[in-house]
Each structure stands twice: as structure tokens, then as C-alpha cells.
């Protein structure tokens, strides 16, 4: 009963280290300004940490919504304030599971399991219609779950921030990482 109750931490410890996600190889190494031919699909990609991931857009932002969108890959977290898309001014926040257990549905359930190890000037991109768009990493903050204001604020500029929780193994509090967009 105990290793069922707690193999969140075991097995995502497990998981982050084996592979969150299947890169393409094309998406392993990326000119940060350079234009690249994408398909439609959006797609979330940190090589950094072998994330190469589907995000379902404009997806409720109520916890069932999030979670049914979190089995097929990140989720966008739409609240009001904080619902732009990439390439547009305002935040667009992702979603996505550190962890959870072993026997939850979806396969993305630890993709971002290693959303720790990004560091300030790490690059991420997002495909988004047919366009790739480069954000440059600028901060990491740990808040409370209850603190969403953190994601709503103003900009003048297209920012995404990524969110999941922490400590892994635990919903205890979430991970902000938070890129501005650089190219296009």
C-alpha cells in the first residue's frame, strides 16, 4: 500500500532520467533566430532536457479540463490576464505533469519532471500555426498553488511562462519558468 501510495516520487525520479520525452533529432539542435519548416501540429520543445511535446490550446482552465488535457500532452493554462498564444503580447502559460502515478492514464504524466534543471538563458520553442517561435528563459520562481496572480501581470512583450509542481513527487507547490519570446 505504501509503495502504491508514494511511487510518485519513485517512479518520477525514475522516469525524469530515463527520457520525458522522444525529441525529434531535428529539434536537437536549433538556431535560436533561424526560421525552421514546422508541421501544424502545435508543439512544445526544450532540448535541454529531451522535451519534444503536443500542447493542446485553449483548453478549459478548471482543474478536470487541465487534467484530461494533461494526459495528450501540456495543457494551456488560459486564466484571464494570462491567455495570450505564442507570438502574441501577454503570457502564454503551458501546463504540464512533474509527476504523478503510475497507474494515472496519459503518457506525458512526468514530462516535465526535469523542468528544474532549466537555467536563465536556456532557449525553448514553441510550433504554433505553422511557425516556430524561440523564448529565451529570464526566471524560475516556486509559489504556492493558491498564488496564481504570479501568471497575470503586464508585458509588453510575448512571454510563456511553464508551470508544473514541485518538490517531484509532490503538488505541494508549482515551478514558474519564464521565457520571452526572441524570434520571430
Do not use: W
Not at 26 to 46: F, W, Y
Not at 139 to 163: A, D, G, R, S
Amino acid at each position: 500500500f505504501l509503495f502504491l501510495q508514494y511511487n510518485r516520487v519513485l517512479i518520477a525520479t525514475v522516469n525524469a532520467y530515463v527520457s520525458p520525452g522522444a525529441i525529434d533529432p531535428q529539434n536537437i539542435v536549433i538556431e535560436p533566430t533561424g526560421e525552421a519548416v514546422v508541421s501544424a501540429d502545435p508543439r512544445l520543445i526544450i532540448p535541454k532536457i529531451n522535451v519534444d511535446v503536443p500542447v493542446l490550446y485553449d483548453v478549459g482552465y478548471d482543474h478536470a479540463s487541465q487534467m484530461k488535457a494533461m494526459e495528450s500532452g501540456v495543457a494551456h493554462f488560459a486564466i484571464p490576464g494570462a491567455n495570450s498564444h505564442p507570438g502574441e503580447i501577454g503570457n502564454t502559460v503551458l501546463s504540464g505533469h512533474s509527476s504523478n502515478d503510475l497507474f494515472d492514464r496519459g503518457e506525458y504524466k512526468f514530462i516535465f519532471a526535469q523542468l528544474d534543471k532549466l537555467s536563465v538563458g536556456d532557449t525553448i520553442y514553441a510550433n504554433y500555426q505553422s511557425k516556430r517561435y524561440a523564448y529565451v528563459i529570464t526566471q524560475k520562481e516556486v509559489v504556492k498553488p493558491t498564488e496564481v496572480n504570479k501568471l497575470i501581470y503586464p508585458t509588453t512583450k510575448p512571454v510563456m511562462t511553464l508551470i508544473t509542481c514541485t518538490p517531484l513527487g509532490t503538488a505541494l507547490n508549482r515551478l514558474l519558468v519564464t521565457a520571452e519570446q526572441v524570434s520571430p
